[in-house]
């Protein structure tokens, strides 16, 4: 997308783009958290991007924000990519679910949950996917202990 289709497609929802690059011929978006469902339901409806392809979560521990959630979004009809990025941070970290308006966010949604903690609210079955129920923690933050928490045979 270019700046000028970037600015009338989110015309209508001040302060959503916080900033964009172009990487390697791919627009980047960087979207508010507080925006990322208007966002989303914007570029499925009216630019075309009807499938996403991916979220996934950068831990960039120990810097705050910490977490950076990364949608990536396809349009078939058009042949374009894109990747919008949001922040939040490493205390209680929260965002809302994409599983409205696009179905296949979720396993990718809780796949991030089980794995990084951030939690997507109004997600339908936000629960482990990968990892055991009774597991402590989340593996793939970068403070998670390198073998594990240590399981204490002692009381048994």
């Known amino acids: ?4 289709e970037i600015q009338q497609a989110f015309a209508s929802i001040p302060g959503a783009v916080l900033g964009t690059v172009v990487e390697r011929g791919e627009t980047i ?3 508010a958290p507080a ?3 208007a966002v989303l339901r914007e570029l499925e409806s009216k630019q075309g991007f009807e499938r996403l392809s991916g979220i996934t979560c950068v831990d960039w521990y120990p810097v705050e924000p910490r977490f950076e959630i990364v949608y990536l979004l396809h349009s078939i009809r058009h042949n374009r990519r894109l990747r919008l990025k949001c922040v939040v941070p490493g205390t209680d ?7 409205e308006i696009y179905r296949a966010a979720d396993w990718y949604e809780r796949e991030v949950f089980d794995l ?3 939690k997507f609210r109004n997600h339908p079955n ?3 996917i990968l990892m055991p129920d009774d597991w402590e923690g989340h ?3 970068k403070d998670f202990p390198v073998h594990g928490y240590k399981y204490s ?3 048994e």
């Open 1 to 4: 997308m270019t700046t000028e």
């Open 29 to 31: 978006l960087e979207i």
């Open 35 to 37: 925006a990322i469902v």
């Open 93 to 99: 970290p929260q965002i809302d679910s994409a599983f």
């Open 116 to 118: 990084f903690g951030v």
């Open 126 to 128: 936000l629960k482990r």
């Open 139 to 141: 593996p793939l933050r």
């Open 153 to 155: 045979y002692q009381n």
